[in-house]
């Protein structure tokens, strides 16, 4: 069995800075017109091969949730599993990699 994990549960503060709160995104989320055009589409994609695909998130958890309901086919919909870190903002991702791992 072929397992992929993906960590995405930073915080972006880099990308994000200077930003207002209620702006900020998911860095692995953004896109500027297709939905299809984000980074962690494209990690999926390049991951289908799995036939599991882990997905540590942490912070805007839900608008991870929303896009992998709203956005992904179903093949690769079927093949997610969303793991939530809650400490991803005073962990480092050594630590969402742990939580990929043990689910």
Do not use: W
Not at 21 to 38: G, H, P, Q
Not at 45 to 55: F, G, M, N
């Amino acid at each position: 069995m072929k397992i992929v994990i993906i960590t995405v549960a930073g915080v972006s503060s880099r990308f994000n800075k200077d930003i207002p709160e209620d702006e900020k995104i998911l860095k692995c989320l953004y896109f500027e017109e297709d939905s299809k055009d984000t980074l962690i589409y494209q990690m999926l994609k390049k991951s289908s091969y799995a036939d599991e695909i882990v997905i540590v998130g942490g912070y805007k958890y839900s608008d991870l949730e929303s896009y992998i309901e709203e956005a992904l086919p179903q093949d690769l919909k079927d093949k997610v599993t969303l793991v939530y870190n809650e400490h991803y903002s005073d962990l480092s991702s050594g630590y969402s990699l742990y939580l990929g791992i043990d689910c």
